[in-house]
């Protein structure tokens, strides 16, 4: 037990931790990164429909996801990563009236790549002009 553990640390040792930022100001409030890499995978956390410049764009949902989607995908390929490196997006959407231009916009954002997919109608989301945000994961081949 002792040589596997020994093991599991000189691996974890070997992979260095990458990060990636955006300019939501949230990050720094509450000390996460956009994204975070370790070997082969990518976690990117919770993506807010931010411009560059921080603020809220005040679009539609389909807007707003698209957003959320381009964000995600810079800090992917910031990382290392591209489009087809996704295998898996949460999707956290305020309305579930909402729900078919969010899986336009990601459906258009995917095309042929077929990320594994949840789509969660919630409450509410941190600010109240967010009517989506969307998390998630890469596997880099090989």
């Known amino acids: 037990m002792r040589l596997q553990s020994a093991a599991m640390n000189e691996v974890k040792a070997t992979q260095t931790l990458r990060r ?23 976690v990117v956390s919770g993506t807010a429909p931010l411009d560059h410049n921080g603020e809220t764009i005040e679009g539609d949902s389909y ?14 390929r910031e990382l290392g990563g591209d489009l087809d490196d996704i295998v898996r997006v949460r999707v956290f959407l305020v309305d579930h009236a ?11 954002t995917f095309g ?31």
Do not use: N
């Open 20 to 42: 990636a930022r955006s300019a939501s100001p949230y990050e720094g409030l509450f000390g996460f990164s956009r994204a975070v890499r370790r070997g082969s995978r990518i």
């Open 63 to 76: 807007e707003q996801a698209k957003r959320c989607l381009e964000i995600i995908l810079e800090a992917v």
């Open 98 to 108: 909402d729900w078919e231009a969010v899986g336009r916009a990601g459906g258009e």
């Open 112 to 142: 042929e790549a077929f990320p594994a997919a949840t789509l969660v109608v919630v409450k509410g989301l941190l600010d109240p002009r967010w009517k989506v945000t969307i998390e998630a994961d890469a596997e880099l081949a090989g």
